[in-house]
């Protein structure tokens, strides 16, 4: 009797520290959510919710004919977009590609984007979570959804991730490129230089172009690399991007790459295949 009672008491014990590690390992995506549902609450309808071709003709004429061809102008004015993602991601130039699936919110009235990725590298989950809101960033990695790998903030991860939301709202809401925080100065036919300014953080990089109309690469020197959160590294970076395909109404480029462009060689971290796009979302998906 006191074998199966021993026994007994070993399972409830095992059932209590799973349910407890489960728990914990949710903290990362309830915080995830908590940030959507934040950033859900701000949006309202606009007043002039279509974009005209008027509010496009102070942009240089690359980035007139690149709204024209993803079809936002004479659309509707983005205010927030959802996207999910897979592809292939590194965290570590000395670790391969492994499979990831990711899902973002980003919101332009007040810039923030908050994005979270999964993966597995040995077989062991990771999850990392991104976020920036009221132009401070933050990045945290663990695995197994538990032990911490990295954990990043500060000022520089608060200039980064400038870049990374403006790379956003040019390649996944074009829409967006209206914005009286951009500063645009035309190079030549095919390239631009925008100067984003949000909450007193000013960034900069260099769009291309193709004939076509299509944008196929952002490229800035204002972002930072690190894989521990610890230790920076300003660096190149650049997302050339191609097979522009229908979403929602918009044509946007499906497929792309995250680069570091490094004197010893160039560090491609990330192979991202854009797989669901949703303009103006007003509610929390479940799904992911």
């Not at 610890?230 to 918009?250: C, H, I, L, M």
Request: aromatic fraction near 12%; include cysteine; charge should be positive.
């Amino acid at each position: 009797m006191e074998k199966y009672y021993i026994k007994a008491v070993l399972l409830i014990i095992v059932f209590f520290t799973a349910a407890a590690l489960y728990y914990k390992s949710q903290g990362m995506k309830k915080a995830y959510q908590e940030d959507i549902r934040q950033g859900l609450e701000q949006v309202h309808p606009l007043d002039s919710p279509i974009l005209s071709e008027g509010e496009t003709k102070h942009l240089p004429l690359p980035v007139q004919k690149y709204l024209a061809y993803t079809g936002v102008t004479g659309g509707e004015k983005v205010q927030n977009v959802r996207v999910v993602s897979e592809g292939r991601f590194r965290p570590d130039p000395q670790k391969d590609l492994v499979p990831m699936v990711s899902e973002q919110y980003n919101f332009f009235e007040k810039p923030a984007r908050f994005y979270y990725i999964k993966l597995k590298m040995h077989g062991v989950p990771v999850v990392g979570l991104h976020e920036y809101k009221e132009a401070k960033a933050s990045m945290r990695i663990k695995i197994a959804s538990l032990f911490k790998v990295a954990d990043a903030k500060g000022e520089i991860m608060n200039k980064a991730e400038t870049v990374t939301i403006f790379n956003d709202m040019c390649l996944l809401a074009p829409a967006s490129l209206i914005d009286k925080r951009i500063q645009w100065k035309t190079i030549d036919p095919l390239t631009v230089k925008a100067i984003f300014t949000n909450n007193g953080i000013t960034i900069s990089a260099l769009l291309y172009f193709n004939e076509k109309g299509e944008m196929i690469n952002f490229v800035s020197d204002d972002r930072y690399l690190t894989t521990s959160g610890k230790e920076f590294r300003q660096a190149r970076w650049s997302t050339p991007v191609s097979d522009y395909k229908d979403f929602n109404g918009v044509k946007l480029a499906s497929y792309g790459e995250a680069i570091w462009n490094l004197p010893e060689g160039d560090y491609c971290y990330g192979q991202i295949n854009i797989k669901e796009v949703d303009f103006n979302y007003y509610k929390l998906t479940q799904q992911f």
